[in-house]
């Protein structure tokens, strides 16, 4: 515990039996789990992932026909991940959808957001940060490049310099409507 700087708690796990609702649509139990790991975190940076499903589906089901969401193996005619045949879906074509997140989140959220999902570069850095997020995740773009982070952070503060931003905290959540 001594060597964590801080601690993701996943309130986005419905994965298991799918029979079975899913302990984050308890709201009492979220709520229990959220007051107890506070506690026990003590003065570590806690955060939590949100779950994201009960935000409508048209998007989802939008992004998923356009891009697939399970994948099958024609050698040996199985799918290819997950025991029911699909998985969680990540990198680039989650963006639209997790920009929706960001910003539903932190515009209602009185803490500070974290937006993840879809950012392979720092244009995407830069959308999620205007779309509402303190800060932001990255997760598949580093399966593809083990240097990622390095070069993304590189690649910020060039695209930073370019559009005269001095501090993210000039443009967070400043996206307007049209
Ligand atoms: C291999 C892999 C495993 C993941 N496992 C989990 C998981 O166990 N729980 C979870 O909430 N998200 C999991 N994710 C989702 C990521 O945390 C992240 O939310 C998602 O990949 C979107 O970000 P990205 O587009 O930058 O990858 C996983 C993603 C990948 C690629």
């Given at each position: 515990?001594?060597?964590?700087?801080?601690l993701?708690?996943?309130?986005?796990?419905?994965?298991?039996?799918?029979?079975?609702?899913?302990?984050?649509?308890?709201?009492?139990?979220?709520?229990?789990?959220?007051?107890?790991?506070?506690?026990?975190?003590?003065?570590?940076?806690?955060?939590?992932?949100?779950?994201?499903?009960?935000?409508?589906?048209?998007?989802?089901?939008?992004?998923?026909?356009?891009?697939?969401?399970?994948?099958?193996?024609?050698?040996?005619?199985?799918?290819?991940?997950?025991?029911?045949?699909?998985?969680g879906?990540?990198?680039?074509?989650?963006?639209?959808?997790?920009?929706?997140?960001?910003h539903?989140?932190?515009?209602?959220?009185?803490?500070?957001?974290?937006?993840?999902?879809?950012?392979?570069?720092?244009?995407?850095?830069?959308?999620?940060?205007?779309a509402?997020?303190?800060?932001?995740?990255?997760?598949?773009?580093?399966l593809?490049?083990?240097?990622?982070?390095?070069?993304?952070?590189?690649?910020?503060?060039?695209?930073?310099?370019?559009?005269?931003?001095?501090?993210?905290?000039?443009?967070?959540?400043?996206?307007?409507?049209?």
């Amino acid at each position: 515990m001594k060597e964590l700087a801080g601690l993701e708690i996943n309130l986005n796990c419905p994965y298991g039996n799918m029979a079975v609702p899913s302990y984050w649509k308890n709201i009492d139990q979220v709520t229990e789990l959220i007051i107890r790991t506070k506690k026990a975190a003590r003065d570590k940076i806690l955060w939590f992932k949100a779950p994201t499903a009960e935000y409508p589906v048209k998007e989802i089901v939008a992004a998923v026909q356009e891009n697939g969401g399970y994948a099958i193996d024609i050698e040996t005619r199985k799918f290819r991940c997950g025991s029911w045949g699909g998985g969680g879906y990540s990198g680039p074509a989650l963006k639209p959808y997790a920009i929706m997140c960001t910003h539903n989140s932190s515009k209602n959220a009185k803490i500070p957001v974290i937006g993840s999902g879809g950012i392979v570069c720092a244009k995407d850095v830069i959308e999620h940060i205007m779309a509402g997020a303190h800060a932001v995740q990255v997760g598949s773009a580093n399966l593809m490049r083990p240097d990622f982070m390095a070069r993304l952070i590189e690649e910020l503060e060039a695209l930073m310099d370019q559009m005269h931003i001095e501090s993210l905290d000039e443009i967070r959540g400043c996206a307007k409507y049209l």
